[in-house]
Nanobody, 117 residues
Framework: QEQLVESGGGLVQAGGSLRLSCAVPEIVTSINAMGWYRQAPGKERELVAT???????NYADSVKGRFTISRDNAKDTLYLQMNSLRPEDTAVYYC???????????WGHGTQVTVSS
């Protein structure tokens, strides 16, 4: 199964910024929505932000005002601009695409974001 490919993670100090990218293979079509999720050690995967095709972005309360999700359809790429990073933002970040047809969900392998205090 084709997978999404995340990049842009790394180590940053608290208050810093990172931009994550997610490349979408051409085979992934009829996308209803795309999003970013994250999973910290010992915790369940949680929603960070989603953006429906042609719709308005939605954010977790914990990242509102600090993170911005965007899509560049010409480049088949999803972005997550993360500003004012906090140690509690440390997690593996995953890209997701919800499609109209099977398999209905695509995921990437994830990219590690570590924020030091």
């Amino acid at each position: 199964q084709e997978q999404l490919v995340e990049s842009g993670g790394g180590l940053v100090q608290a208050g810093g910024s990172l931009r994550l990218s997610c490349a979408v293979p051409e085979i992934v079509t009829s996308i209803n929505a795309m999003g970013w999720y994250r999973q910290a050690p010992g915790k369940e995967r949680e929603l960070v932000a989603t953006i429906p095709t042609g719709g308005i972005a939605n954010y977790a309360d914990s990242v509102k005002g600090r993170f911005t999700i965007s899509r560049d359809n010409a480049k088949d790429t999803l972005y997550l601009q993360m500003n004012s990073l906090r140690p509690e933002d440390t997690a593996v970040y995953y890209c997701n695409a919800e499609t109209e047809f099977y398999p209905y969900n695509y995921w990437g392998h994830g990219t590690q974001v570590t924020v030091s205090s």
